[in-house]
């Protein structure tokens, strides 16, 4: 049984940093992915990291976030540096990805995790 925990969320001013962890159990990170939902909004893809580590993030992120994985410890990782307002959101951890050129598609993905809140303040 596969099981995805997020932990790191919480509240934090603008310009500042968090880093989300996403430890697997029952899968090797492999390819996975990260994905925030604001009230109101969709879910939408942040980054994603597959088996070979090449990356892939949203626009609105890149430069802003690294995705990263410890396969020795089964853990995905987002390190979320220059915060802004709107990122606040729901964030999602995301596993094994069907197919990696629509890895910010939500409905490729088997397996989810229970998602953490990430609140960026001014």
């Known amino acids: 049984q596969v099981q995805l925990v997020e932990s790191g969320g919480g509240s934090v001013q603008a310009g500042g940093s968090l880093r989300l962890s996403c430890a697997a159990s029952?899968?090797?990170?492999?390819?996975m992915g990260w994905f925030r939902q604001a009230p109101g909004k969709e879910r939408e893809g942040v980054a994603a990291?597959?088996?070979?580590?090449?990356?892939r993030y949203a626009d609105s992120v890149k430069g802003r976030f690294t995705i990263s994985k410890d396969n020795a410890v089964n853990t995905l990782y987002l390190q979320m540096n220059s915060l802004k307002l709107e990122d606040t959101a729901t964030y999602y951890c995301?596993?094994?990805?069907?197919?990696?050129?629509?890895?910010?598609?939500?409905?490729?993905?088997?397996?989810w995790g229970q998602g953490t809140q990430v609140t960026v303040s001014s």
């Open positions: 990291i597959n088996s070979s580590g090449s990356t």
């Open positions: 029952g899968y090797r990170t492999y390819s």
């Open positions: 995301a596993a094994d990805v069907r197919r990696w050129w629509s890895w910010f598609d939500s409905s490729q993905y088997n397996y």
